[in-house]
């Protein structure tokens, strides 16, 4: 069975510390890590695809990378609009392409 | 252009009470899933349409629960008999084609008294 860790389950952070967020994952096989952001009251917004060891994304703040067994979301600098809480999700090689999430961390700075 | 959309966005029903949710995905996308969000858990799948293909309904917690979709179009999730337990964000993702990033409308929120 598919699983997802997330570490912390939230995090404090003052604007401009920067911080990394982890997602442990297994998977029989991956067929890619998803991260999204997810603000309340609001459905997940897409932010990365990773499909294999070694791979980083980056956009604006964050840089998400991944290795065989979990993946980082590294948030460079952050400012009180990067509060939200961000999900990992894991799409197995086999089977259908639905994702298996984690419960996400709860990130919010603060001014 | 428009994002998937979700209807109602809110809903408080009574037990034992059926209901209908609906998604309109984004124009052209062939996937679509739905999810369930228990409060302070994880995303749940619960079901999911490729084009013409039979369905995954894999994720089904009961056969209370249902859903349809009209070729690439429009769905509907139907729980029937609502229990408290079923008190939750109710999400509607679509895709593309299979295997690409999922985009999540805003979910309806449902409420069981």
């Known amino acids: 069975e598919d699983q997802v860790t997330q570490s912390p389950e939230a995090l404090r952070l003052q604007e401009g510390e920067s911080s990394s967020l982890n997602c442990s994952y297994t998977v029989s096989g991956l067929r890619g890590l998803f991260w999204y952001r997810q603000d309340p009251g609001k459905g997940p917004e897409f932010l990365f695809t990773?499909?294999?060891a070694g791979e980083e994304k980056e956009k604006e703040r964050l840089k998400a990378t991944l290795t065989k067994k979990e993946s980082f979301l590294h948030i460079t600098a952050p400012k009180p609009e990067d509060s939200a809480t961000y999900l990992c999700?894991?799409?197995?090689?086999?089977?259908?392409?639905?994702?298996?999430f984690g419960k996400g961390t709860m990130l919010l700075v603060s001014p | 252009g428009a994002g998937v959309s979700q209807s109602p966005s809110n809903k408080v029903t009574e037990k034992g009470k059926d209901v209908e949710l609906r998604c309109d995905p984004i124009s052209g996308h062939t996937a679509l899933y739905w999810y369930r969000q228990r409060l302070g858990q994880g995303l749940e799948f619960l079901i999911y349409f490729q084009g013409n293909s039979a369905p995954d309904k894999s994720g089904l917690p009961s056969d209370r629960f249902s859903a349809e979709r009209t070729g690439e179009s429009v769905s509907t999730l139907t729980i029937q008999r609502t229990q408290q337990e079923d008190s939750a964000v109710y999400l509607c993702?679509?895709?593309?084609?299979?295997?690409?990033?999922?985009?999540f409308g805003d979910g309806t929120r449902l409420s069981i008294l």
């Open positions: 993702a679509s895709s593309l084609s299979e295997y690409q990033p999922q985009h």
């Open positions: 999700a894991v799409q197995p090689t086999s089977g259908y392409s639905t994702l298996t």
């Open positions: 990773l499909y294999s």
